[in-house]
T-cell receptor, first 114, second 112 residues
Framework: AQTVTQSQPEMSVQEAETVTLSCTYD???????LFWYKQPPSRQMILVIR??????QNATENRFSVNFQKAAKSFSLKISDSQLGDAAMYFC???????????FGKGTRLHILP | NAGVTQTPKFRILKIGQSMTLQCTQD?????MYWYRQDPGMGLKLIYY???????DKGEVPNGYNVSRSTTEDFPLRLELAAPSQTSVYFC???????????FGSGTQLSVL
């Protein structure tokens, strides 16, 4: 069974600093996608960034970037120049191409300290 | 744009009652998902569908049923509600395998 593990239940970072959220996953598949979603207090889920397993280049979206290590099955999210609006729950998600099942991790609650 | 619409937003059930959580999307998405979110547990996949007439079990399907008779609708049925089904339920839809999911606003369900 596929699993997604986020080992940091909570993290804090000073405003304008950089923080990295960890995610590891367990799979025997070779064709899959990885995502980071953000859930602010409004409960709305917002896609932050996505990565296709076949692409070696790490995805980047403005201040958000990933470190994708396929062999290690690791998919960490780096947030640069942290802003107060980045405070939220962050979920790592895995989608396997074979049957489109999408599995989420337990989440990391990120606090931004002013 | 309505996106993904979930009803009701809140509901209290007594143990043993049944109910249907409604989910409708107007984006012509093939993929639809039901998740439950418990504190500290992230989102757990209940059921999902890759198109009308096709459904499959997720991680925690017991106590739930789904149907997908149209592309737009993906209702989740709770039979014989139990306190363990107290949770926030999210419906989501997506267009393609590498596309983002669009989430509804959630249904807060309490079973007492």
């Amino acid at each position: 069974a596929q699993t997604v593990t986020q080992s940091q239940p909570e993290m804090s970072v000073q405003e304008a600093e950089t923080v990295t959220l960890s995610c590891t996953y367990d799979t025997s598949e070779s064709d899959y996608y990885l995502f980071w979603y953000k859930q602010p207090p409004s409960r709305q889920m917002i896609l932050v960034i996505r990565q296709e397993a076949y692409k070696q280049q790490n995805a980047t979206e403005n201040r958000f970037s990933v470190n994708f290590q396929k062999a290690a099955k690791s998919f960490s999210l780096k947030i640069s120049d942290s802003q107060l609006g980045d405070a939220a729950m962050y979920f790592c998600a895995y989608r396997r191409r074979r049957d489109d099942k999408i599995i989420f991790g337990k989440g990391t609650r990120l606090h931004i300290l002013p | 744009n309505a996106g993904v619409t979930q009803t009701p937003k809140f509901r209290i059930l007594k143990i043993g009652q049944s109910m249907t959580l409604q989910c409708t999307q107007d984006m012509n998405h093939n993929y639809m998902y039901w998740y439950r979110q418990d504190p500290g547990m992230g989102l757990k996949l209940i059921y999902y569908s890759v198109g009308a007439g096709i459904t499959d079990k997720g991680e925690v399907p017991n106590g739930y049923n789904v149907s997908r008779s149209t592309t737009e609708d993906f209702p989740l049925r709770l039979e014989l509600a139990a306190p363990s089904q107290t949770s926030v339920y999210f419906c989501a839809s997506g267009a393609g395998v590498d596309e983002k999911l669009f989430f509804g606003s959630g249904t807060q369900l309490s079973v007492l």
